[in-house]
């Protein structure tokens, strides 16, 4: 019974532990964030998206990250809804290859300012956080749904039919 009850609340814990959320001030909206970073300097807070570009340098990464919603379980909510950019600042090498674009990630972090970078040829201001605690998600495999069997009359050779 113990080991039922022990599985059971292993699979109700959130992905972002507790400890990471301690001093995140969930008040600051990332529209408020976006509009002034200066204003939030120093405060912790909570975002997530979707990576746009993993950028190393020798001492730390770049992350740009397209902002969206989180779910109840602070997972970004997978649609085209978002109020913009913002980076996040690692003091450590992440590989590409796995904080690839396109990936989903969430984000605690203090707020250090912002950065102006060109975004196809126009001057664009980025929201700047120091990471605190990163959780990259897993890839979500769309399962395609159309039908394996096809009726009719004729021959049919791969897709094409005659």
């Not at 909570?46 to 001492?59: A, Q, S």
Request: hydrophobic share 40%; charged share 20%; glycine share 8%.
């Amino acid at each position: 019974m113990l080991l039922c009850a022990g599985l059971f609340l292993t699979a109700c814990a959130k992905a972002i532990p507790p400890e990471a959320l301690t001093n995140v001030d969930h008040a600051i909206s990332f529209k408020d964030l976006n509009k002034n970073p200066e204003a939030f300097t120093g405060k912790t807070i909570l975002l997530g998206g979707t990576i746009v570009l993993t950028e190393n340098e020798p001492k730390k990464t770049t992350l740009i990250i397209l902002q969206h919603d989180l779910d109840s379980d602070f997972k970004p909510i997978n649609n085209d809804d978002s109020e913009g950019r913002f980076m996040v600042t690692v003091p450590e090498f992440l590989d590409p290859a796995i904080f690839a674009e396109g990936r989903r990630i969430t984000a605690v972090g203090t707020v250090t300012g912002r950065e102006t970078r060109p975004l196809n040829g126009i001057p664009y201001v980025y929201p700047v956080i120091e990471k605190t605690y990163l959780h990259l998600w897993p890839h979500e495999y769309v399962v395609d749904s159309k039908p394996r069997v096809y009726l009719g009359i004729g021959i049919g050779i791969g897709n094409y039919g005659f």
